[in-house]
């Protein structure tokens, strides 16, 4: 499958990698094709994916992955362009973190999203908001994490989050009972408030391999 990466920090780095050792055609997208942390992913993995824009990542991609730093998510979708997004999936895995004043808030949270202001933006994509609550090691090998834990995803488009989960399940190892679908993308507002928890358990046991498990008990 032709796969876009738009971002090319840790988290798009360890789903590129991933997805190139899976066997996929991969373009990872920046706001410059030339950029230095592009070009070291590029030979990182032996020269089998290829280096884009964002406008020319999103074009290629049949399904594309929104790995950009949350705060600048809409600018970077914005330069990838409705018309290149327009009936494709995208998963979108970003978090709006503001770090400009030392322990990181949220951008938006409570009423409000960044899946939501995505889906709003986009309204002819497919957004369906995945893999933001754990660290990118974790979210591309789950085994880090001892035992069942558990994954959120939601988005407006059941379809899309059916193949979403599918392909979370096939390409990175998750346990399909461990997938939990919360429905429609204003569930993205619970899952990207998380991080004000993610990120005090990571303060506290220093290191990020480690997730939440929903137990459910009878009624």
């Known amino acids: ?18 997805l190139v050792q899976f066997g996929h055609q991969v373009a990872m997208g920046s706001r410059s094709a030339d950029s ?24 290629f991609g049949e399904v594309i992955f929104d790995c950009t730093n949350g ?34 808030t949220l951008t938006v949270c409570n009423t409000d999203s960044l899946g939501e202001q995505v ?15 754990v660290n990118c090691e974790v979210m591309v090998n789950p085994s880090l994490v001892p035992g069942d834990h558990s994954l959120f995803i939601c988005g407006n488009d059941e379809t899309a989050r059916r ?18 679908d919360l429905g429609d993308i204003t569930a993205s507002r619970g899952m990207e408030m998380w991080m004000a928890i993610w990120l005090r358990l990571f303060g506290k046991l220093g290191h990020p391999h480690f997730n939440m498990c929903l137990s459910v008990g009878s009624k």
């Open 1 to 18: 499958m032709k796969i876009a990466i738009l971002g090319t920090g840790m988290v798009g780095n360890a789903l590129a990698t991933k």
């Open 71 to 104: 705060a600048n998510s809409l600018a970077a979708l914005r330069q990838a362009g409705a018309p290149n997004l327009r009936g494709k999936i995208l998963i979108h895995v970003s978090n709006p973190l503001d770090f400009s004043k030392g322990m990181p």
């Open 163 to 180: 193949k979403v989960a599918g392909w979370i399940s096939e390409w990175f190892g998750w346990k399909s009972g461990n997938i939990v």
């Open 36 to 59: 230095d942390a592009g070009r070291q992913w590029f030979k990182s993995v032996g020269g089998k994916g290829q280096l884009a824009t964002f406008s020319d990542a999103a074009s």
């Open 119 to 133: 889906q709003r933006e986009f309204p002819e994509t497919r957004v369906v908001k995945a893999l933001n609550t």
